[in-house]
């Protein structure tokens, strides 16, 4: 325990890609006896109200929707208004330093602790720098990445970043004490279907039919649990009821830790989360990046999980029924490759990265020594 009683201001974009190595930080800090706070954006209210911290402050941001003059006038004009809130709530909650997660919402909070002359820190999650990362990075004292070579093209960068993983959330720590067990000949096999935290479309289109590709005796093997946007449940639901098949379909799962350590199988995006929470537990998975992802982020972090053999990746123009339907039938027809695949995601987990930027951040802050 630390003997002052120091406070961090998290500063994360409201959804949980941002928000919940946010949420592993404070909960590692926590355990130190640090305070948080959070700044953030009105999204928040749907991921951060059991947030750990002892105050949540909302900040304006905005994203860059346009090049015409007028838009960028107006992101200009939301970004000032933010840096001046930030500026008045920094002054009042006086950090020792302040930690952003990347996202929109995280550049007034870094910004104005950067202009009052308070440490600062950034995360990366992604397998490339995002926007807002790379307009904060050269200004703040130390980067931290949860993939290896994010900033290898850049010595100024380089020389203050710390590889400390992905933060994942204490639900993922204790999912991943779950051991993966592969099916028994013939047993019946978990299938997970997600798309991140708002769902896929493509999902939904893609995933019942390849599953009625399948032979019928593989295909009555199959349990199916699938996120689904609420207009295309019912379909969905529709699709595997006329196949016979076990399925739960749901537009959120609130306990989505859990369902991800009782699965065989996962389908889904490849958001930094998602990659780190899938390695974390151990998971063999096919991941299929979002082709409209700023930098193709999601396309860095599905590969960094299939080279070391734990996952399977699948851009959108090849993700077809007849391609899943095969990839699936050749998986559950290779029990040792399962298994073998959830081994290899797990060596690309870190359970102690929140423990790790914990530790990075508070030496930024002058708590603990730089040699610690």
Known sequence: MIDATPMVMVA???????L??????????????????LATDERASRYGHTFPARATHLIPSATIRGRDPLSLARTAATLTLGVSKAWLVLGRA????VVGFGGYP?????????????PTVIHEQNGVMGRANRFLAKRVIAIATGFSGVTDRDSVLAAKATHVGNPVRPAIIEAAKVPYVVPGAGGRLNLLVFGGS??????????????????PSL????????????????????????????AEVTPFFADLPARMAASHMVISRSGASTVAELAAIGRPAFLVPLPTALDQDQHANASALEQVGGAILITQDDFTPARLASDIAALMNAPD?????????????????????????????????ATH
């Open 219 to 246: 295909r009555a093997r199959l349990s199916v649990i699938q996120q689904a946007r609420e207009e295309d449940a019912a379909r969905v639901q529709t699709a595997y009821a006329r196949l016979g098949i076990e």
């Open 20 to 37: 919940f190595p946010a949420e592993a930080l404070s909960v590692a800090l926590a355990g130190r006896g640090v305070a948080v706070e």
């Open 198 to 215: 708002q769902g896929a479309r493509v999902m939904a289109d893609i995933v019942p039919p390849a599953i009625e590709a399948l032979d």
């Open 337 to 369: 490759r399962l298994a073998a695949m959830a081994a290899a995601a797990r060596t690309a987990g870190t359970i102690d990265a929140a423990d790790r930027l914990a530790e990075l951040v508070l030496k930024v802050a002058g708590v603990l020594p």
């Open 94 to 97: 006086r950090p020792a330093v």
């Open 106 to 118: 995280s550049i007034p909070p870094v910004l104005a602790a950067t202009l009052r002359g308070i």
């Open 12 to 18: 994360a974009g409201g959804t949980g890609g941002h």
